[in-house]
Nanobody, 121 residues
Framework: QVQLVESGGGSVEAGGSLRLACRTSGFTRSMYCMAWFRQAPGKERARVALINAADSTIYPESVMGRFTASFDNANNTLYLQMNNLKPEDTAVYYC???????????????RGQGTQVTVGS
C-alpha cells in the first residue's frame, strides 16, 4: 500500500525557513515523478516544485531561488526546503506522486494529507 505522509509545517515570521518532509512507503521511487503543490483558502491549487525520477527539479517563478526539493533515498523521503518565506507562501502544502510528470499537477495517483504553513508579516 502506497503512503505519503507529510510533516514539518508550522508558523514562522517572514524571512524565516521551514523544511517539509514527505515520507513515502509502498512504492518504487525510480518509477514515479513527485511534486509539491499548495492550496490557500479560496485559491486554486498552485504548483511549488517538481522532481522527476532522475531527481531533476523544476520550480515556478514564485518560489525559484527560495525553495529546494530533494529526495533522500536512504529514508525514502521527499523534502522541500523553504527559505526567505513570505506571507503569500501561507497555504496547505501537499506532496504527490504519479507515473507521469507532464500531468502531475492536474491528476496524480497518490497524495499526502497535507501540512499547514503559515507565514506572518
Amino acid at each position: 500500500q502506497v503512503q505519503l505522509v507529510e510533516s514539518g509545517g508550522g508558523s514562522v515570521e517572514a524571512g524565516g525557513s521551514l523544511r517539509l518532509a514527505c515520507r513515502t512507503s509502498g512504492f518504487t521511487r525510480s518509477m514515479y515523478c513527485m511534486a509539491w503543490f499548495r492550496q490557500a483558502p479560496g485559491k486554486e491549487r498552485a504548483r511549488v516544485a517538481l522532481i522527476n525520477a532522475a531527481d531533476s527539479t523544476i520550480y515556478p517563478e514564485s518560489v525559484m531561488g527560495r525553495f529546494t526539493a530533494s529526495f533522500d533515498n536512504a529514508n525514502n523521503t521527499l523534502y522541500l526546503q523553504m527559505n526567505n518565506l513570505k506571507p503569500e507562501d501561507t497555504a496547505v502544502y501537499y506532496c504527490v506522486a504519479d507515473r507521469f510528470c507532464s500531468s502531475i499537477f492536474l491528476d496524480f495517483l497518490y497524495r499526502g494529507q497535507g501540512t499547514q504553513v503559515t507565514v506572518g508579516s
